[in-house]
């Protein structure tokens, strides 16, 4: 994107005090980029936006490989819970965008399956059928006590049964966070996982049903150009005069209330809004910090990623938009055919498509970084999303990795957040955002834009109760 020098008049500009408290914002993905954002909007300008890497978008940036495919880490599916967001996007993007309509499957037992699999599961062989109703029944006798659930992996056997848990559930579930699911907690669930329906999963099998229409995002939007960073990308302007890239923090000085850079300069802040993960921040703090808290910093969890593109010299043969793969004979949770989202992501889609594959990595679930391109290249093939003869038309490769993908909410989660945000409050540090608050079910792009946006409302607003994404108390 061409460099833009100055800053754009904000369209909703209005005139408030341009001194206060100086704020310092750690990271220009969605969250810190939404926060300055929002103060320009409210004509402050007493800030400075700080982001390690050359751009803005953060996670939810894209990159050109040098073949010309654009990728984006990881699948990234955009809807929206906020009349916010939604302005936002359609000022930002004006009619450059995509609308699509979710085409989601699981491969398993050699087919594809729409998702979600348990409304769907007439079309898996009838043995199979079988084993996941008998193990629905089972677990829907007695009805659900939540008090008396502990974990994750209990929440599925008492939900799911143990059909669905051993075809889908449980292997599928590690496969994506890297951990098994009796380390996670059950409360970020919420609308991320659709929870099963012994009336519908038995009406669909025995009426031969279709049923692919659950979930918030069913239909969902994506940028004509750039990828889903085109859309985040469209902010910088708004923050440039600002905004300070290749700025790296190393630590924060909480006595003298300072950020200092990699470059050796110095940021002071009145307020620190920091979007890099909390962990990371916690042990770089100069300044007395409690041992409970960097002890609390050290329990939380979090997987990273290897994200790998495949751009194929042939016109795609699907109108599939994502896949889960919950088999053991591709090292990939989730397939994207990303050129199904926009045709400008290929060089020429009239002639060639591009799929993204994610593989997640913990301690837990260690990948081999040198051979994982080859392994998803082969998993496509034993997945067959790709034919032998493909091989030889196979005209880009591209990794991207990440260490912090996912925030696991783990069963210390919570307990450690109770500790570390207020604490860090006490010092004038707000930590936001998709690995700043760590909270998975208020992690996705339009919660973080939320979270920027409504912390500012609080500061600078007064507004007390408006921080209700980040407490993961609106519906969403
Ligand atoms: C694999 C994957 C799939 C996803 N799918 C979806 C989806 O389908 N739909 C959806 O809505 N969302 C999705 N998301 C989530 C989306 O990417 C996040 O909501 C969003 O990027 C979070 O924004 P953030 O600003 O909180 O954090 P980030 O995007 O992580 O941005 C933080 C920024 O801080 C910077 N930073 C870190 N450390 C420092 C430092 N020391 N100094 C200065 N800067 C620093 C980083 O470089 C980064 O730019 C997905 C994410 C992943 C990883």
Not at 103 to 117: G, I, K, N, S
Not at 252 to 266: C, I, N, Q
Not at 297 to 308: D, K, Q, T
Request: aromatic share 10%; proline share 6%; charged share 25%.
């Amino acid at each position: 994107m061409e460099q833009i020098r100055s800053t754009p008049q904000h369209p909703d500009r209005r005139p408030t005090s341009t001194e206060g408290p100086r704020i310092v914002v750690i990271g220009a993905g969605p969250t810190g980029l939404a926060a300055g954002y929002r103060l320009r909007e409210l004509g402050y300008t007493n800030f400075r936006l700080l982001e390690a890497s050359g751009k803005v978008g953060g996670l939810a940036s894209s990159e050109t490989s040098p073949n010309g495919f654009t990728y984006d880490i990881g699948g990234h599916v955009l809807f929206s819970h906020y009349e916010y967001f939604d302005r936002l996007f359609d000022r930002l993007m004006g009619d450059e965008y995509q609308e699509l309509v979710r085409e989601a499957w699981v491969w398993m037992c050699e087919r594809f399956v729409p998702y979600p699999l348990q409304n769907n599961i007439r079309t898996l062989p009838r043995e199979v059928v079988l084993e996941c109703v008998l193990g629905l029944i089972e677990a829907q006798r007695e009805p659900l006590d939540l008090a008396r659930i502990e974990n994750f992996e209990q929440l599925i056997m008492k939900q799911f049964g143990s059909g669905l848990a051993k075809y889908f559930m449980m292997p599928y579930n590690f496969k994506v966070w890297a951990h098994p699911p009796r380390m996670m907690n059950k409360e970020w669930i919420g609308e991320r996982v659709a929870l099963p329906s012994l009336e519908r999963v038995l009406g669909n099998v025995i009426l031969d049903r279709d049923d692919a229409g659950w979930g918030p995002n069913n239909t969902f939007k994506y940028p004509r150009y750039g990828g889903t960073g085109g859309l985040f990308a469209r902010m910088q302007p708004y923050v440039q005069d600002q905004l300070r890239l290749n700025a790296t923090t190393v630590a924060v000085d909480t006595r003298r209330k300072e950020v200092l850079l990699a470059d050796g300069t110095r940021e002071p802040y009145d307020l620190l809004l920091s979007t890099m993960p909390v962990d990371k921040l916690v042990a770089m703090l100069e300044g007395p910090t409690p041992d409970v808290v960097r002890e609390q910093a050290g329990r939380l969890r979090h997987s990273g990623s290897y994200v790998v593109g495949i751009g194929v010299d042939r016109p795609v043969e699907t109108s599939k938009c994502w896949m889960y793969f919950p088999v053991d004979d591709c090292p990939f949770y989730r397939l994207t055919y990303l050129s199904n989202y926009s045709p400008e992501v290929v060089p020429d889609h009239t002639r060639q498509h591009s799929i993204l594959a994610e593989i997640s990595h913990s301690e837990l679930k260690p990948e081999d970084r040198e051979t994982v391109v080859d392994r998803t290249i082969e998993g496509l093939i034993n997945t067959r999303i790709l034919r032998e003869s493909d091989r030889a038309l196979i005209v880009d490769r591209y990794l991207i990795e990440r260490d912090y993908t996912y925030p696991t909410p783990s069963i210390e989660r919570d307990g450690a957040l109770a500790v570390l945000h207020p604490w860090l409050e006490t010092q004038d540090i707000y930590s936001r955002g998709r690995f700043g608050a760590w909270r998975y079910e208020v992690g996705n792009m339009d919660h973080s834009v939320a979270q920027g946006v409504e912390w500012v409302n609080r500061i600078v607003q007064d507004d007390l109760a408006n921080e209700l994404t980040y407490q993961a108390k609106r519906g969403c």
